[in-house]
């Protein structure tokens, strides 16, 4: 009688193979950590598996599971880890687009995606690359029966909304960015918007960033005011996100055209008390909260260059723009405590205006200020080491150390005067000994 081995386990066959793609595809993002880590693994499993094999089936798996790892690195902030995975899944474009719609709607997707990955990057080769994708997938996406299937106007529209974000961005281009939102408007409105909250979600977008670039300051305020109005009550995180993109919008024109510091102040004030309760859950929030708190300060303390009367009491509105502003590097520093540092652009903007308020309006508060908002054992996450920080840090400093020299010299006949400038002058020279004895041990060499 023949003597009967157990069987060797055969690697998963395609049906299966397929299946966990579509399974880490489909899964709602972010993730955990560790569904995260075994998404990775497992299609880097299929990857490995699949890159020596000529057959078309396994060629297509092997595209869809390098997209589906992009898609994922994407999705939680790993813009540098994605492209890689888009790049070699559209080095065959062939390998996702089979000539079928499916295949086409597939391949403008990842062109789609690793554009705005290439945008993220900022600079204008990288704009000019991503334009490229971008047009490549809208191209496609008008070969695909429009009429035919909502989704394929849906991604369309959302496709020529991202370019005319990306024509915005590299500046006198402005004519063919309101083309592409105009167009992207246009599909929006023959979808069923109102019943579809992502689709009305988009179209609330689509018509706020419209406003950026449009003819004249009249119309640019009619289409902040139409996207507002789309989302009254916003029905979900993306909804509430746009609602205070435009609510920003409509506030930087009321400041930078209108002049009307007073509605400024209402839309930030708007913005804040929309996203208190979620900064500290997520970054994009976070980030929009802070340029609300830049808005509402820069809208209080106008009279600083502007010349003229500030809204109420002078010691109320002073305190209510340094509260906003110190509120504001407190989110920031919690940030960095999680370790994402993606808000200190506009944090040191803040840091800056709030050095300026207090420099000039409460120099007796100055250091203090100085000193908490850099030394990380003062205030953890601050972020000393940053060199637009130490650099906005440095020279305040020094505009302060000279004016309160200034004033101390001028009130020489004013001894109660010239003390209250010396002690003031001791807080500066600590504060400035402190941002030393930082830098020195951050540097030991």
Same mark, same amino acid.
């Given at each position: 009688?023949?003597?009967?081995?157990?069987?060797?386990?055969?690697?998963?066959?395609?049906?299966?193979?397929?299946?966990?793609?579509?399974?880490?595809?489909?899964?709602?993002?972010?993730?955990?950590?560790?569904?995260?880590?075994?998404?990775?693994?497992?299609?880097?499993?299929?990857?490995?598996? &699949?890159?020596?094999?000529?057959?078309?089936?396994?060629?297509?798996?092997?595209?869809? !599971?390098?997209?589906?790892?992009?898609?994922?690195?994407?999705?939680?902030?790993?813009?540098?880890?994605?492209?890689?995975?888009?790049?070699?899944?559209?080095?065959?474009?062939?390998?996702?687009?089979?000539?079928?719609?499916?295949?086409?709607?597939?391949? /403008?997707?990842?062109?789609?995606?690793?554009?705005?990955?290439?945008?993220?990057?900022?600079?204008?080769?990288?704009?000019?690359?991503? &334009?490229?994708?971008?047009?490549?997938?809208?191209?496609?996406?008008?070969?695909?029966?429009?009429?035919?299937?909502?989704?394929?106007?849906?991604?369309?529209?959302?496709?020529?909304?991202?370019?005319?974000?990306?024509?915005?961005?590299?500046?006198?281009?402005?004519?063919?960015?309101?083309?592409?939102?105009?167009?992207?408007?246009?599909?929006?409105?023959?979808?069923?918007?109102?019943?579809?909250?992502?689709?009305? +979600?988009? &179209?609330?977008?689509?018509? @706020?960033?419209?406003?950026?670039?449009?003819?004249?300051?009249?119309?640019?305020?009619?289409?902040?005011?139409?996207?507002?109005?789309?989302?009254?009550?916003?029905?979900?995180?993306?909804?509430?996100?746009?609602?205070?993109?435009?609510?920003?919008?409509?506030?930087?024109?009321?400041?930078?055209?209108?002049?009307?510091?007073?509605?400024?102040?209402?839309?930030?004030?708007?913005?804040?008390?929309?996203?208190?309760?979620?900064?500290?859950?997520?970054?994009?929030?976070?980030?929009?909260?802070?340029? !609300?708190?830049?808005?509402?300060?820069?809208?209080?303390?106008?009279?600083?260059?502007?010349?003229? +009367?500030?809204?109420?009491?002078?010691?109320?509105?002073?305190?209510?723009?340094?509260?906003?502003?110190?509120?504001?590097?407190?989110?920031?520093?919690?940030?960095? *405590?999680?370790?994402?540092?993606?808000?200190?652009?506009?944090?040191?903007?803040?840091?800056?205006?709030?050095?300026?308020?207090? *420099?000039?309006?409460?120099?007796?508060?100055?250091?203090?200020?100085?000193?908490?908002?850099?030394?990380? +054992?003062?205030?953890?996450? @601050?972020?000393?080491?940053?060199?637009?920080?130490?650099?906005? $840090?440095?020279?305040?400093?020094?505009?302060?150390?000279?004016?309160?020299?200034?004033?101390?010299?001028? @009130?020489?006949?004013?001894?109660?005067?010239? @003390?209250? +400038?010396?002690?003031?002058?001791?807080?500066?020279?600590?504060?400035?000994?402190?941002?030393? $004895? &930082?830098?020195?041990?951050?540097?030991? /060499?």
């Amino acid at each position: 009688m023949a003597e009967v081995f157990p069987s060797t386990p055969q690697a998963p066959g395609l049906p299966e193979t397929l299946a966990t793609i579509v399974k880490w595809r489909d899964v709602p993002t972010p993730m955990s950590e560790e569904d995260f880590g075994t998404a990775v693994k497992e299609l880097d499993t299929i990857v490995e598996a &699949l890159q020596e094999k000529p057959d078309a089936p396994s060629r297509s798996a092997l595209a869809l !599971a390098r997209v589906v790892l992009g898609n994922l690195h994407r999705d939680h902030g790993l813009i540098d880890h994605a492209t890689p995975f888009y790049d070699a899944a559209l080095a065959t474009p062939a390998d996702l687009d089979d000539g079928s719609p499916h295949g086409k709607h597939e391949l /403008a997707n990842t062109l789609n995606n690793r554009g705005l990955c290439t945008m993220a990057r900022g600079d204008e080769e990288s704009l000019n690359g991503a &334009l490229g994708d971008f047009d490549r997938s809208i191209a496609l996406r008008k070969e695909l029966p429009l009429d035919e299937e909502e989704g394929y106007r849906w991604e369309l529209a959302t496709n020529l909304i991202n370019r005319g974000d990306l024509l915005h961005r590299l500046g006198e281009r402005e004519e063919e960015a309101r083309l592409s939102y105009d167009e992207a408007i246009s599909l929006l409105r023959g979808l069923p918007y109102t019943e579809n909250p992502a689709a009305l +979600q988009r &179209l609330a977008l689509a018509t @706020a960033n419209r406003g950026l670039v449009a003819s004249d300051h009249d119309e640019a305020r009619r289409q902040f005011e139409e996207a507002i109005a789309l989302l009254p009550s916003p029905q979900n995180p993306s909804q509430l996100l746009t609602l205070c993109s435009a609510l920003l919008n409509r506030g930087r024109h009321s400041l930078q055209v209108v002049h009307d510091f007073d509605a400024t102040a209402d839309d930030a004030r708007q913005v804040i008390s929309l996203l208190s309760q979620h900064e500290k859950q997520h970054p994009a929030p976070a980030e929009l909260a802070l340029q !609300a708190r830049h808005l509402l300060a820069h809208s209080l303390c106008a009279w600083l260059d502007e010349e003229q +009367q500030g809204p109420g009491l002078k010691e109320d509105w002073v305190g209510d723009a340094t509260d906003t502003v110190e509120e504001g590097l407190a989110v920031e520093r919690h940030w960095e *405590r999680q370790g994402f540092g993606g808000l200190r652009p506009i944090a040191c903007e803040l840091f800056q205006l709030g050095l300026h308020v207090y *420099r000039v309006c409460q120099p007796h508060f100055f250091a203090e200020f100085l000193v908490e908002s850099m030394d990380p +054992q003062a205030s953890p996450g @601050a972020p000393f080491a940053d060199p637009n920080f130490q650099a906005a $840090a440095g020279q305040a400093l020094r505009h302060a150390v000279n004016e309160t020299a200034q004033r101390a010299t001028s @009130a020489a006949l004013d001894p109660e005067l010239a @003390a209250k +400038q010396t002690k003031i002058l001791a807080s500066l020279r600590a504060a400035d000994e402190r941002l030393a $004895a &930082l830098q020195k041990a951050s540097n030991p /060499a």
